[in-house]
């Protein structure tokens, strides 16, 4: 058998708890409430693979504009401007001002982007921020259909790694489809200390065909970068 490729997530520390990286193909949830760094972390590994290997990304964005998302990239020094022949940063979310589609119909605005960007540029990595806001203004009449199908057309495409951000209540304890179709799951969270201090985590839940870590690390973004260490328990 030939050892798949793995795509580095370059968050210090992590691909060596992950046998080196992400399986290429596999489709990948980064599953986390808001403000717990997904849309950031995603970009993350697309630029910071970009910068590294050449690795050419798609980042679809159905949440925040794509102004928003450059300036606040660019603020956490990783401008999108280092990186522009390498990754696209598509913002869907002026089309819901501007077309309208029905409901029914933006699973396949989503696919269009995807696949006729991919008709012209072969990029490796996909984000999708995010499925929750895709589902929100969608119609799905069943969820467990449409997932199912979403997950096996992006499975299809070769070479293509995927990650789709989900907003996720910590409270709700409910498994759904998403989490036993995807190949991966990583769970970012953050917990205020006290008055003063946050903290952040991120877990390794689920990785297909690897030999992972599933604790909770601690999660700190220094210096446009991100990285986890172990959690010390007090
Ligand atoms: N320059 C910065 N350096 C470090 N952290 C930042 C910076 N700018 C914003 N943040 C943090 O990033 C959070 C938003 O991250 P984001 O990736 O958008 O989260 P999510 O997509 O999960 O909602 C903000 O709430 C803030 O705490
Ligand atoms: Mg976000």
């Avoid at 760094?37 to 910071?48: G, R």
């Avoid at 819901?96 to 990595?125: H, Q, S």
């Avoid at 209540?169 to 991966?184: I, P, S, V, W, Y």
């Amino acid at each position: 058998m030939t050892k798949k490729k793995r795509i580095k997530t370059y968050i210090e520390n992590l691909d060596s708890q992950m046998s080196g990286g992400i399986p290429e193909g596999h489709v990948v949830l980064l599953s986390g409430n808001p403000g717990t760094y997904k849309s950031s972390m995603s970009y993350s590994i697309l630029y910071h693979n970009a910068l590294e290997k050449g690795t050419k990304g798609l980042y679809i964005s159905f949440q925040q504009s794509r102004e928003s998302l450059a300036d606040q990239f660019e603020g956490m020094n990783m401008d999108p401007e280092d990186v522009r022949e390498k990754i696209t940063i598509v913002d869907a979310s002026y089309l819901r001002e501007t077309l309208e589609p029905d409901p029914e119909d933006w699973i396949d605005v989503f696919k269009t982007y995807v696949e006729n960007i991919r008709a012209t540029t072969d990029y490796e990595l996909l984000v999708l921020d995010s499925l929750t806001t895709l589902e929100m203004i969608s119609k799905m009449e069943d969820r467990r259909e449409v997932l199912f199908h979403i997950f096996e057309w992006l499975r299809d495409f070769q070479g293509l790694t995927s990650f789709l951000l989900t907003e996720r209540a910590r409270t709700k304890q409910t498994l759904r489809e998403e989490e036993f179709l995807a190949d991966g799951t990583i769970i970012l969270s953050k917990e205020r200390l006290d008055k003063v201090e946050t903290r952040r985590y991120l877990a390794i839940d689920k990785m297909r065909s690897t030999a992972h870590e599933t604790s909770y690390f601690t999660l700190l973004f220094e210096g446009g970068k991100f990285q986890v260490t172990r959690v010390i328990s007090e």
